[in-house]
């Protein structure tokens, strides 16, 4: 039996390449919706999952074998390397991250240790090397974004309007100043680590951040997100920024360092590219979707696709996670739509 060639469709979507088929993978590919992800996860906690690297490996693989996808994510969290500078995180099942010792001062900020990602987080590491050795489309690794792992280490779990997390911004300026410097440097540590162990493109997901507004967007984020971009440029490896609602953050996102813009489904593609939105786009079919009627789900990827081919540099994506109600057939079918798709076909 000969290797499958490898496919390195995404990179070249990236790049803004032409490329024969469109790529695409799923935010939250891995996960509940899949029966083997239920089977393992019901003998390990979330965290051990992460430990063993041949877990998290399989864990990985499993939607790209299952679904065909054209790229893997590495199967971890947001949280991964914060537990080890001194957040007492764990992952409850149906709600996410609860943190037993929530920031509240300067001090909190202080006490925050410095990620070593040898030391702290080898089994990442591990998992990294394992799937570049068996994979057959590249592998993104990946990181929270300040704003969004601060909005959990304040607000001590899931919050819907980061009321703790924006007044301490307002009110403690100088301690959310050192606290975006600290994330700031366990980003691009964290990342930089994942790329010298084989990841071929990282995604840095701020899913709060469209909590802010513009203007505090370009006073409070912006100088950070510029700081983790444009060193991860020094690498070469594309870079991939994604939000939840953040259609009016879009033209400043359109002026960091980045390759890649994730779009969730409240804007549309056009939209994004008429406010002038130059990089490559992914997304943003709503994940909703995946638990409609086939005929509707498919008329929507269409017009999503229509959209996004209009110019080179696109990647079929959800607008945010899988669910876990979604069904393991619907992402194959839509899996093998999206390949099949052509323009003006
Ligand atoms: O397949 C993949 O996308 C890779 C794995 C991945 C997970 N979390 C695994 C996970 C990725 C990329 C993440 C990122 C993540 N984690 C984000 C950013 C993306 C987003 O969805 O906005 C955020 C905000 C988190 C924090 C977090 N962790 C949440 C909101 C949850 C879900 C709560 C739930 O149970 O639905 C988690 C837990 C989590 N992370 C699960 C998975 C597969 C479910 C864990 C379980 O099995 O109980």
């Given at each position: ?5 490898f ?11 032409p490329t ?11 996960g ?5 992800y ?13 430990y063993?690297?041949?877990?998290c490996?399989?864990?990985t693989?499993?939607p ?13 969290d ?16 149906g ?44 592998l ?9 792992l601060?909005?959990?280490m ?6 819907k ?44 997901f ?12 370009r ?43 994730g ?9 994004a590219r ?25 008329a929507?990827?269409?017009?999503i ?32 739509f999206?390949?099949?798709?052509r323009?003006?076909?």
């Amino acid at each position: 039996m000969t290797a499958k060639p490898f496919n390195d469709t995404f990179l070249k979507a990236c790049r803004q390449e032409p490329t024969d088929h469109v790529p695409v993978w799923y935010m939250r590919q891995a996960g509940r919706y899949q029966p083997e992800y239920r089977a393992i996860r019901a003998k390990h906690t979330f965290f051990e999952m992460n430990y063993i690297p041949e877990v998290c490996a399989e864990v990985t693989r499993l939607p790209v074998e299952q679904l065909g996808v054209d790229a893997a994510i590495l199967f971890a969290d947001i949280m991964t390397p914060l537990k080890p500078i001194g957040v007492d995180v764990n992952i409850e099942s149906g709600i996410g991250p609860v943190i037993a010792n929530p920031i509240g001062s300067l001090e909190d900020v202080h006490r925050l240790g410095e990620l070593d990602p040898d030391t702290h987080v080898p089994y990442i590491m591990e998992a990294i090397k394992i799937l570049r050795q068996q994979l057959p489309v590249p592998l993104i690794g990946f990181a929270g974004a300040p704003f969004t792992l601060a909005s959990y280490m304040i607000e001590g779990g899931p919050s819907k309007h980061y009321h703790k997390t924006k007044s301490f911004m307002y009110t403690q300026p100088a301690a959310w100043e050192k606290l975006m410097e600290k994330l700031g440097t366990l980003t691009i540590t964290y990342l930089k680590a994942q790329i010298a162990a084989g990841a071929q493109a990282v995604q840095v997901f701020d899913s709060w951040v469209g909590a802010l507004n513009d203007e505090d967007y370009r006073t409070f984020i912006a100088p950070v997100m510029n700081r983790i971009l444009l060193s991860l440029r020094e690498t070469g490896v594309p870079t991939i920024y994604f939000g939840v609602g953040c259609g009016h953050l879009l033209e400043e996102w359109n002026k960091l360092p980045v390759d890649v813009v994730g779009l969730d489904w409240r804007t549309s593609i056009t939209k994004a590219r008429e406010l002038g939105v130059t990089k490559t786009l992914q997304g943003n079919l709503d994940p909703t979707l995946l638990l409609a009627p086939w005929e509707k789900l498919e008329a929507k990827a269409k017009e999503i696709l229509d959209e996004g081919t209009q110019q080179p540099g696109y990647i079929f994506n959800l607008g945010h996670g899988v669910f876990p109600d979604a069904k393991v057939e619907t992402l194959q079918k839509l899996t093998s739509f999206i390949h099949s798709y052509r323009r003006n076909a």
